[in-house]
């Protein structure tokens, strides 16, 4: 299997490289052109597709994709070498050949593996995710469709078939561009290298078939076979992926207002100069204006709404008393946090529960108490600063969730501390504590808030047994002073 995959990587990466050191700068003169435009170009695409099937065979989470994949790679292969054994060399060849059966099988292949390999690596997604990519892969197909699609049909002609093959080409390049953008978007713009590879080949062979296609029909896309070598270039980023680690996976996003609002007024803005130019040589501009008008309002009103609902969101998600996020807060971010948490960036769930509150509250009475939670409150915000994230979970119970280095962690266990401590009317007021460190000691929220939960409560308990034996030993030593005395 390693000479497999050490064969597979010099057809996929010594072939793309003489290919394009011939077609672009011309390296070997024309005696190689029927190798790089024939064999060596047509065991590029197989062995793109084969490395796919070994990726199927050892990824099983991922094997219907990468399988169907390297099924869209293969007949893609099988299209190309039918071109170079009996189309390449003979000008009156049929148009639509056997060969585009297998160009256009491609992309329904292709589509198929996209859909399964975002199965396969989706958690729960959340709703605006989807939204995103649907809005993102539509904005996109209008985008294409205006500027590829109208303009092949304009310039096509022939019989009914070679209309129809001739139109499904930049069909399916449109509807490929929309599913990479939507995928792009549900990865919350940030794909990493194993998305990034598939998605630029995938992004690769749509621009070398539209390039192709616009060429082909007069386009203003200059003469010449310099777009072999970007087919080339797809089939090695699609084929490039057998060495790199599992897809990373779609996870459930927590977006900014910014973000938030980027999509769809990116893709609104797309749509309003669609609109525009295809309106550009009415009689009137009035209505395009308006109708433009309209749309900005819509972004600005959506905008508004969006900030709104934010702050909507951060009033539920904050106790009113102290500043701090609530219980509704921690929970949400405590999720996000511990899904993130890795053995190299682990993070820790610290429990505060008071001591001496409950004294102080009853002596004072509760307004007293609510200042002086309000004061902790301040003072423990202030304590952990930017490493940390504070909340008041419920009475006179705090909780702190930190990330970093143990050595960190433990400084701002120790800050903290000393933040829920205070000495007021002659009442002192300090806090028992419990640390859960994740994932090393708790691999779920509800495993980790049940241990720091008993870790607090058993320091609470040992402080409270320790205050109670020294009462006792001072009582029974206030008793046994009398009779000391009077036995001296």
Not at 172 to 200: E, F, H, K, Q, Y
Request: proline share 4%; aromatic share 8%.
């Amino acid at each position: 299997m390693r000479l497999v995959r050490l064969v597979l990587a010099a057809i996929l990466f010594g072939g793309t490289a003489t290919v394009i050191l011939h077609n672009w700068f011309g390296v070997g003169g024309s005696g190689l052109d029927d190798l790089t435009g024939g064999s060596l170009y047509d065991s590029v695409v197989v062995a793109a597709g084969a490395a796919c099937l070994l990726r199927a065979r050892s990824i099983p989470s991922e094997r219907t994709a990468w399988l169907l994949i390297g099924a869209a790679v293969l007949v893609w292969a099988a299209g190309e070498i039918y071109w170079t054994a009996e189309i390449l060399h003979d000008p009156e060849a049929p148009y639509p050949s056997p060969a585009d059966i297998g160009y256009l099988a491609f992309y329904p292949l292709a589509y198929a593996g996209l859909v399964m390999l975002v199965r396969a690596r989706a958690d729960e997604i959340d709703w605006r995710l989807w939204s995103d990519g649907a809005i993102a892969a539509l904005g996109t197909a209008a985008l294409g469709t205006a500027v590829v699609f109208d303009f092949v049909a304009e310039r096509t002609s022939g019989t009914t078939l070679e209309v129809i093959t001739s139109l499904a080409y930049p069909l399916g390049d449109v509807g490929m561009l929309a599913m990479i953008v939507g995928v792009i978007a549900l990865t919350g713009w940030r794909p990493d290298r194993t998305w990034s590879l598939l998605l630029a080949g995938l992004a690769a062979l749509v621009v070398a078939d539209i390039a192709y296609t616009v060429q082909a029909t007069g386009g203003f896309i200059p003469p010449g076979n310099w777009i072999d070598p970007i087919y080339l270039i797809s089939a090695s980023c699609i084929g490039a992926i057998l060495w790199q680690p599992s897809a990373s996976r779609i996870k459930p996003a927590r977006l900014d207002e910014r973000r938030e609002l980027m999509v769809p007024a990116i893709f609104a803005a797309v749509m309003i100069g669609l609109f525009a130019i295809q309106y550009t040589g009415a009689t009137s501009g009035l209505t395009t204006m308006l109708w433009a008008a309209t749309m900005l309002a819509v972004i600005a009103r959506l905008a508004m709404s969006v900030h709104e609902n934010r702050a909507l969101v951060e009033q539920v998600r904050t106790d009113q008393l102290t500043g701090l996020g609530n219980r509704g807060s921690l929970q949400v971010d405590f999720e996000a946090a511990c899904e993130q948490a890795t053995e190299e960036a682990p993070i820790a769930l610290m429990l505060f529960d008071l001591n001496g509150f409950k004294r102080f509250n009853d002596t004072f009475g509760h307004p007293a108490g609510d200042e002086l939670l309000a004061r902790l409150g301040r003072a423990l915000r202030t304590a952990i600063g930017s490493q940390a994230a504070a909340y008041r979970i419920g009475g006179d119970e705090f909780c702190v969730v930190a990330r970093g280095p143990a050595e960190e962690i433990e400084a701002v266990k120790k800050r903290a501390t000393e933040a829920l401590t205070d000495s007021n009317r002659g009442v002192e007021v300090s806090s028992s504590w419990g640390a859960v460190a994740i994932p090393a000691e708790a691999t779920s929220t509800s495993e980790a808030m049940q241990l720091a939960d008993l870790r607090m409560y058993a320091q609470k308990e040992s402080r409270r047994v320790a205050h109670d034996d020294a009462r006792l030993d001072a009582t029974a030593s206030v008793q046994a002073w009398p009779q000391a005395t009077k036995g001296a």
